[in-house]
């Protein structure tokens, strides 16, 4: 009798059978395989035919040699299957944006003893040194979520087991991707050209990743012959200072260190 694990190839040897006059003898094998198993005999009339293991159970096959009168009494060999490790499957790498939840997958994990129930065990291996709050929703869940909270590199492990023994550990990675900053240039304004000057706000400008932000202000429109200044247009709240009445059109735009906002604009006055 054999063990073997499923996927193997069990070869069959009925080398031992004889008989006692010194005939030629002749085989012939039988398999009965577990059941839903497709498990076939290569050829059922040699020395040593082959099988595959496709399920765990037990396969018994039968042998009966013929010495060209009278059959011999059936032999039986038993093959057993033994447990054979499940596979994790963490899924495919994802790139989310920050704060988007994140949906992690292990039913790609498999056993080949298909009878073995799976249970999950997730874990974090590694995530952005400065993020406090992502946590697993569950870490035995198949598909368990998060909510990345800073920008980075999040990596996932994922480990199974069949009751028996842990599959070997599975990683999927979570990338953050960068979003584009959004530029806020304040409410519209009128002032009489008297006040002289104005203090513009861009404190409404944000960055959903959470990255600091550098300003770039500019007049994009004003009146003819005007010729008005900003103090100082890459900080948050420049002064403007108008030279004319008439309306003038002042834009801004943010940038994250990797890419520019679209521009916003405000418009002022000048009465």
């Given at each position: 009798?054999?063990?073997?694990?499923?996927?193997?190839?069990?070869?069959?040897?009925?080398?031992?059978?004889?008989?006692?006059d010194g005939d030629l003898l002749t085989y012939s094998w039988t398999l009965t395989p577990p059941t839903d198993s497709t498990a076939t005999l290569s050829i059922t009339t040699v020395v040593n035919p082959t099988f595959l293991v496709d399920l765990s159970g037990n396969y018994e096959a039968q042998l009966i040699v013929n010495d060209g009168a009278t059959d011999s009494t059936p032999d039986t060999v038993i093959i057993s299957t033994i447990n054979s490790a499940p596979v994790a499957n963490a899924g495919t790498d994802q790139t989310m944006t920050v704060d988007a939840i994140v949906t992690l997958d292990g039913s790609g994990s498999s056993d080949v003893d298909t009878s073995d129930p799976l249970s999950y065990s997730w874990s974090f291996t590694s995530k952005p040194a400065d993020s406090t709050t992502a946590v697993l929703s569950s870490i035995i869940a198949v598909s368990p979520t998060f909510t990345p909270d800073v920008p980075g590199t999040y990596e996932v492990q994922l480990i199974v087991n069949d009751t028996t023994v842990d599959s070997e550990p599975d990683t999927?990675?979570?990338s953050t991707n960068n979003i584009a900053p959004v530029a806020n240039a304040g409410l519209d304004e009128t002032m009489l050209l008297t006040e002289v000057t104005l203090a513009l706000n861009g404190t409404g400008s944000s960055d959903a990743n959470g990255d600091s932000l550098t300003y770039n202000w500019s007049i994009s429109s004003k009146p003819t012959g005007s010729s008005p200044t900003l103090s100082n247009p890459t900080t948050l709240s420049p002064n403007f200072t108008p030279d004319a009445s008439g309306t003038y059109v002042i834009q801004l735009m943010v940038n994250d260190s990797t890419v520019n906002s679209v521009p916003d604009t405000v418009t002022i006055t000048v009465n």
């Amino acid at each position: 009798d054999l063990t073997r694990s499923i996927n193997d190839t069990v070869i069959l040897n009925g080398s031992g059978s004889t008989d006692s006059d010194g005939d030629l003898l002749t085989y012939s094998w039988t398999l009965t395989p577990p059941t839903d198993s497709t498990a076939t005999l290569s050829i059922t009339t040699v020395v040593n035919p082959t099988f595959l293991v496709d399920l765990s159970g037990n396969y018994e096959a039968q042998l009966i040699v013929n010495d060209g009168a009278t059959d011999s009494t059936p032999d039986t060999v038993i093959i057993s299957t033994i447990n054979s490790a499940p596979v994790a499957n963490a899924g495919t790498d994802q790139t989310m944006t920050v704060d988007a939840i994140v949906t992690l997958d292990g039913s790609g994990s498999s056993d080949v003893d298909t009878s073995d129930p799976l249970s999950y065990s997730w874990s974090f291996t590694s995530k952005p040194a400065d993020s406090t709050t992502a946590v697993l929703s569950s870490i035995i869940a198949v598909s368990p979520t998060f909510t990345p909270d800073v920008p980075g590199t999040y990596e996932v492990q994922l480990i199974v087991n069949d009751t028996t023994v842990d599959s070997e550990p599975d990683t999927v990675v979570i990338s953050t991707n960068n979003i584009a900053p959004v530029a806020n240039a304040g409410l519209d304004e009128t002032m009489l050209l008297t006040e002289v000057t104005l203090a513009l706000n861009g404190t409404g400008s944000s960055d959903a990743n959470g990255d600091s932000l550098t300003y770039n202000w500019s007049i994009s429109s004003k009146p003819t012959g005007s010729s008005p200044t900003l103090s100082n247009p890459t900080t948050l709240s420049p002064n403007f200072t108008p030279d004319a009445s008439g309306t003038y059109v002042i834009q801004l735009m943010v940038n994250d260190s990797t890419v520019n906002s679209v521009p916003d604009t405000v418009t002022i006055t000048v009465n």
